[in-house]
């Protein structure tokens, strides 16, 4: 299988210089594709001065993570396509404890090891939580793989849409993705042997967005994820009444909820598409043991 790395950038210059030589030094990687979200550092200038053998992509203006890292998927030439943030650093061999995972064709995605961790959701009053999963030492199903440091199929990356660019700029997109992938009956792993060094610094978001930004952002995407998602309709009956709780009792809320509600036809067109391909119950995930 050929394997391509795709990682987005947006004024992270610095950080292309301190990860880009180890990122390159990656065994099994055809192509490493950096798509640059119209920065105004120098990082293009950096790419082309000292990274020759990277193929750039420039965007002519700012869109968020979802459109950067689906243009450079969908330039790639990889059956696999692992997506790095501009400043993760898979180890060296990271690849070959992925690559086996993917001989079975259900495998959508493989997530690699940032510190010990798996990721899952559960649902409680009325919403979707992350959370992460014990400390393993064994390969097995998650729910989703990090936009930060999974490697995924493209064809079926294709099948599914990619990311959705309604979450743009940032946050639940690779949840809404690994989420969508396992409703349809596909896999996604988690592989505790690939290890990758990622949130060793501050990251794009913290240095460039006020926390108030960051919340809302945050919030207004956990009620996309929600609304597109949730087909279960007892489960959709509670969110719809703590809801109506939090807007009684936060007002700020509003902010969130109007962010959200304006683009709710949209919305619902995306969770038409997710019905009709279903394969696998809000429930049966829900009740799901894992690990």
């Not at 505790?192 to 501050?202: D, G, I, L, N, R």
Request: net charge positive.
């Amino acid at each position: 299988m050929k394997i391509s790395i795709v990682i987005p950038n947006w004024n992270g210059a610095d950080r292309l210089t301190k990860n880009l030589p180890q990122v390159l030094k990656t065994d099994d990687v055809n192509e490493v594709i950096v798509v640059d979200d119209y920065s105004t550092d120098n990082s293009l200038e950096v790419l082309k001065r000292d990274f020759p053998e990277v193929k750039v992509i420039k965007k002519d203006k700012n869109s968020g993570f979802s459109t950067a890292v689906n243009l450079g998927v969908k330039n790639a030439n990889g059956d696999l396509v692992f997506i790095l943030n501009s400043d993760a650093v898979p180890e060296k061999d990271c690849l070959k404890f992925v690559i086996p995972n993917f001989k079975d064709p259900k495998v959508f995605s493989v997530g690699c090891n940032v510190g010990g961790t798996w990721a899952w959701i559960k649902f409680k009053n009325g919403y979707f939580w992350h959370y992460q999963g014990e400390k393993s030492e064994s390969t097995h199903q998650t729910l989703w793989s990090s936009g930060g440091s999974g490697v995924f199929r493209k064809d079926l990356w294709e099948e599914l849409g990619g990311l959705d660019e309604l979450f743009n700029p940032f946050y639940e997109e690779d949840t809404d993705l690994g989420y969508r992938a396992t409703k349809r009956g596909y896999l996604n792993l988690w592989e505790p042997k690939a290890k990758v060094e990622h949130y060793k610094t501050p990251g794009v978001i913290s240095t460039n967005f006020s926390k108030k930004t960051i919340s809302n952002t945050a919030q207004r995407n956990q009620l996309y994820f929600t609304w597109k998602n949730l087909h279960d309709r007892k489960l959709m009956k509670e969110h719809i009444r703590y809801l109506i709780n939090m807007l009684f009792t936060h007002p700020k809320y509003w902010l969130v909820f109007l962010a959200a509600f304006k683009n709710l036809s949209v919305v619902l067109r995306k969770r038409k598409i997710e019905k009709v391909n279903l394969k696998v119950s809000d429930r049966e995930i829900l009740n799901k043991v894992w690990g």
